[in-house]
């Protein structure tokens, strides 16, 4: 194992949104500086020390942030390939890139994890109308249309209740390749945020079971609903997939707990919204775990000491921040976004429960 | 009451240290952003949007910070009383210039606390050899030297044990004013960190016992070793240091419990190393409770949910991170600090006690 990075290192994050600036709060905590690209407004900016406003396609922008920085992570699993290519001869980046074209791209994700013997639901790539019509044959009805890459929150989906939706389902997608999934009746959905450091250790936080609403993460609660076989399964999962990445960083692992055991919903190769609650139950958080394992150093102790309530704060849930502010137990974690805009997320509150 | 500072606002930070910092972060938690205000090195524009970089005499910097923030505070109480002339009139000072007065000088300090009915060593003030000697005839000895102003972490002080020590103590002055207080007999030593906020709301963190060694804080350890009344008294006595100086923002107050009760030792007005370890034991810390109290926001909850030891990581202490990182319930803080030197504060632990 190479040593860790040296303090008052620099540590480039991509992405300058809430994850970006979280995690540059917790690379601080360690002794490390930050230096944010970002091409738009980067609420991370406020406690990073540098920042670059450029664009992904601005390859020589993209080049003199490697040069300053001394490794390379990412809030978000849209990088352009072009941008990677022209980082990656720079400076090391973690998580690496298998583990960003796997999640990029729905159709390679779940064929990753078919191949490692996990459960998906039932998918078939759709490229056009032909396509659509035979996979709706294969999988049935309902079933949920979306866009191969760059969907989130649930923008680029489309569900299909009834055979008459399929065509505005895939006009939804704008030409753009798609992949039909079966519907999961579920009982539950859990998500494992999990780590793996640069020597292979890998440690999971515990399982937070997610309520969505519009497509949007509403909370998350820790522990979930789920007894400790079916805990000690999920964290298994999720160490399946780090592995067999040879991932480093943390990542986040949304599952369904179905009747037939755990489905992967999917995998993303970053912090994740529903690993919010550890900044308040545990010593050291998903943001801290993940500076230490891209930076080095080993994993910290996860281990949860309380029991959390994670609320995103979304639009207008920031009127409601005078009203959090006075509850007992509420830890409130803002963004720093500048508009409150419907389906936006602004902040967050951990609700310790004693 | 007038309403919070809008979200968004920027809080300006006079004094870039460690303390800087983790106001900044805590500030930025809640929406705000910072401007540090800083003539040296200053490890909190690390995590800032915004830093000045220039002397407390620079009066025309002082004043251009001041019209960029919105609200200003500070890190440590030795602001010189030009630079808060230059200030004052164009942005509001939190806590007030009273609070800085009071606490500037160690004479004004035990006399304001003895006006009050609370309990300090013996003291008086010491300008010259005759008024050392006539100090030493009415206080006795041991006794300490402390210089009335500007001393930190133990410095600015000379033990004064037999006759004999006095010239050289007095020496050792460098002809600054300074001040004789008696030695006090004490079982422990214990800081309350207390906050006032806007509304005139008092809350106070648990009381933590503190370590020293070399005149520099090694270790707070919560709860302190002391009964449910003296921690009832100690809360008390600091809620009436913060209501008579009409106090907004957070408060390090430092008690001696001896055999006759609670002696205050100094008081800080500013958050305080012994009240690093509600980072890790509060939903709310004392960073945070200061921002709240400055920003007009109501006092959070501080109440204790785990027993904690914070240890300071002073100089060669830093070598001991690689260890430190691997065990269970050690949180990390780091102050990126580029320089390690002896007697430097560098980061803390906090250890979280099941």
Not at 36 to 47: D, Q, R, S
Not at 123 to 135: I, R
Not at 253 to 259: A, D, K
Not at 269 to 277: A, E, I, K, Q, T
Request: charged share 25%; net charge negative; proline share 5%.
């Amino acid at each position: 194992m190479t040593d860790p990075l040296a303090p008052g290192s620099v540590i480039g994050i991509l992405g300058g949104g809430q994850l970006g600036r979280m995690l540059s709060v917790a690379a601080a905590r360690l002794g490390y500086r930050t230096h944010i690209f970002e091409p738009g407004a980067a609420p991370a900016a406020h406690v990073a020390e540098m920042v670059t406003t450029a664009g992904y396609d601005d390859l020589d922008a993209l080049k003199a942030f490697a040069e300053q920085v001394d490794v390379i992570t990412y809030e978000f699993e849209n990088i352009p390939t072009e941008a990677l290519d022209a980082l990656e001869p720079v400076r090391a980046i973690h998580p690496n890139r298998r583990a960003l074209a796997v999640s990029q791209d729905r159709m390679i994700e779940k064929a990753f994890l078919s191949d490692l013997g996990l459960r998906t639901a039932p998918f078939a790539a759709v490229d056009d109308e032909m396509d659509l019509s035979e996979a709706i044959a294969a999988i049935g009805l309902p079933a949920i249309l979306k866009t191969r890459r760059f969907g989130y929150d649930g923008k680029g989906q489309a569900r299909i209740a009834e055979p008459e939706d399929a065509s505005s389902a895939l006009a939804e997608m704008n030409s753009a390749p798609a992949v039909l999934e079966g519907f999961i009746r579920f009982e539950r959905e859990i998500s494992v945020i999990a780590a793996r450091g640069a020597n292979g250790d890998v440690a999971c936080f515990d399982p937070g079971e997610n309520v969505h609403r519009d497509g949007i993460l509403r909370t998350t609660t820790v522990p979930a609903a789920i007894d400790a076989e079916l805990t000690a399964a999920a964290k298994d999962l999720a160490a399946q997939v780090l592995e067999k990445l040879n991932y480093v960083g943390v990542m986040g692992v949304e599952l369904f707990v179905t009747e037939e055991g755990l489905v992967v919903n999917e995998i993303a190769p970053r912090v994740h919204n529903s690993g919010h609650w550890t900044q308040n139950g545990c010593t050291v958080d998903q943001f801290e775990q993940h500076v230490r394992a891209i930076a080095g150093w080993p994993l910290g102790d996860g281990s949860r000491y309380a029991d959390v309530q994670m609320e995103n704060l979304i639009g207008e849930d920031l009127l409601r921040i005078p009203e959090i502010a006075r509850e007992p137990g509420a830890a409130i974690h803002l963004y720093g976004k500048g508009e409150v805009r419907a389906g936006r997320k602004l902040g967050h509150v951990n609700r310790v429960i004693q």
